[in-house]
């Protein structure tokens, strides 16, 4: 019985480990749709945020991100926004036009050890938007 408890204790640290190891590297995925005209690469740093149109500018495609919650929804939020101008930046774009951002929530995730289930509900904060080639402000 000893060993038992030994091996759902070690279980339970490497569980705990894993999900720790996760939450500090802490991932977005993102993709694109293009409609426009793609241009060379840009640099995601370059990639302004836009709330309100620019005064001229020319829609490339459609962008979207969206990051897991870990340890802050502010953390997730800034990973989604960083992958959304990273996708944005791979068809030229050198803005983005926020047209959405939300949380979403999923289903219950966890694992089970010596009996225990351990779990939470998960949760993703997204960001969508257009990809832009501004001209002028």
Same mark, same amino acid.
């Given at each position: 019985? =000893?060993?038992?408890? !030994?091996r759902a204790m070690k279980? /339970?640290?490497? +569980? @705990?480990?894993?999900?720790? =190891?996760?939450?500090?590297?802490?991932?977005?995925?993102?993709? /694109?749709?293009?409609?426009? !005209?793609?241009?060379?690469?840009? *640099?995601? !740093?370059? @990639?302004?945020? /836009?709330?309100e149109p620019p005064s001229?500018?020319?829609?490339?495609?459609?962008? $979207?991100?969206?990051? *897991? @919650?870990?340890?802050? %929804?502010? +953390?997730?939020? *800034?990973?989604?926004?960083? $992958?959304?101008?990273r996708q944005a930046a791979?068809?030229? +774009? !050198?803005?983005? =036009?926020?047209?959405?951002?939300? %949380?979403?929530?999923?289903?219950?995730?966890?694992? /089970?050890?010596?009996?225990?289930?351990?779990? *939470?509900? %998960?949760? +993703?904060?997204?960001?969508?938007?257009?990809?832009?080639?501004?001209?002028?402000?």
């Open positions: 019985m =000893l060993c038992f408890k !030994n279980t /339970y640290k490497i +569980a @705990v480990l894993f999900v720790c =190891l996760l939450t500090l590297l802490g991932c977005a995925t993102g993709s /694109y749709i293009v409609t426009g !005209n793609v241009r060379p690469a840009a *640099d995601p !740093n370059d @990639v302004k945020l /836009y709330l001229e500018y020319e829609t490339i495609g459609i962008v $979207e991100a969206s990051s *897991d @919650v870990e340890l802050s %929804s502010q +953390a997730a939020t *800034d990973r989604a926004v960083q $992958e959304l101008k791979k068809i030229g +774009a !050198n803005g983005v =036009l926020i047209t959405n951002t939300e %949380s979403e929530s999923g289903g219950v995730v966890g694992f /089970y050890s010596g009996g225990v289930f351990y779990g *939470d509900a %998960s949760e +993703a904060k997204t960001a969508k938007g257009r990809a832009i080639f501004v001209i002028r402000e």
